[in-house]
């Protein structure tokens, strides 16, 4: 018999967060003057003509668009706004799989895993705590951690509680996955442009033996590309 693929549910990433140090290019339809690359200073904000100071950091890049647009429509009708992110220098993490709103971090103050998960919505019904997945870049080369995060939130046992470096990325798994392989590949083909933003690391099938066998605590290498 051959063997059925597990049905998987839609992968939703949050809408990218902007940070301080991070750059953007915003075009305005049919006015050329208005296109320019700005970075986000130090107070998370941005100059932009005809409507002065506009707050970014911490906004997505979707809402950041809707008030430049809002704004400018004072000044020119119908504005039609699009922002790109062009250089990314501000400190976030990620956290995918088995939580309520999977996506960016920005990393602006301490931050553990279990805060993270929090952050990100809490844990969904299919969580599978007991084993989740810290990939880090460390020295250039990268590692896959498990951490037992059942026994942090039930026992009190906070050293398996990680904080959070920029970069890292956190994926809490499901209880049952019956297709390691097929899920894992499923969920790189979606998140690679954004991870390779982030932080140049890509899911490489070395995480699949973490799901598959991981230990708590375990530490497996994990090949990352250069930049």
Known sequence: MPEVEPESKPVQISEFILGVGDSIEVTVYRHDDLKKTYKIDSSGRLMFPLIGDVEASGRSVFKLSDEIRDRLARYIVNPQVTISVTAV???????LGEVNNPGVQTLDSSLSAVDAISKAGGMTVDAKLSNVVLIRRVNGKGEVTTLDLDSVIKKGEWRHNRFLQSGDIL??????????????GHLSKILSPIVNLESGIVLWPQAQDVLLYGESASTTPLSIPAR
Do not use: G
């Not at 209880?175 to 390691?180: E, L």
């Open 89 to 95: 220098q501000s400190q976030k993490i990620i956290v």
């Open 171 to 184: 994926y809490v798994p499901a209880f049952t996955i019956a297709n390691v392989s097929w899920y894992f």
